[in-house]
């Protein structure tokens, strides 16, 4: 119907695309290729977003969704979140997006690397590794109320 929303309009797209907790981001391009090759819209515009995108963020967020799903708590969620955060901060591929987009505006970012197959799982594991002294440290809220 009209009012129905994006994703319901295209339910069984994003299933077909998006299938499995074990699919690798290879797969994923790889079935929307398919599909967009049999005239799927959904599959062509997702592909051409996902394709403008540091192969590396999409493999460490696919990691990343995986990994929080199986954290107990939010604040192991948010620790996560925040030893990827600062990762991406150490690494060429944001700096490269702010450049393309913000800075020189050319729309054009050199990824490194610049092609998912070439993003080891050592390279997206990293961005999950510990941070030592540099770990975020939530404080319990019990100690907040009495700041």
Not at 24 to 31: P, Q
């Amino acid at each position: 119907s009209k009012n129905e929303s994006f994703l319901a309009k295209n339910r069984a797209e994003i299933d077909q695309a998006f299938d499995g907790k074990e699919q690798k981001v290879e797969d994923i391009l790889a079935s929307l290729e398919t599909m967009a090759s049999s005239g799927s819209t959904f599959a062509s515009k997702t592909l051409d977003t996902l394709s403008k995108m540091s192969p590396s963020s999409l493999k460490v967020t696919q990691e990343g969704i995986r990994r929080g799903s199986e954290l107990p708590n939010i604040g192991e969620v948010l620790k996560m979140e925040y030893r990827m955060s600062q990762t991406f901060m150490k690494n060429h591929d944001f700096y490269e997006g702010i450049r393309a987009v913000l800075v020189d505006k050319d729309q054009n970012p050199k990824w490194i690397p610049d092609n998912p197959d070439d993003v080891t799982d050592q390279i997206v594991g990293s961005y999950f590794d510990d941070l030592g002294e540099h770990e975020l440290e939530l404080v319990p809220v019990k100690k907040m109320s009495k700041m």
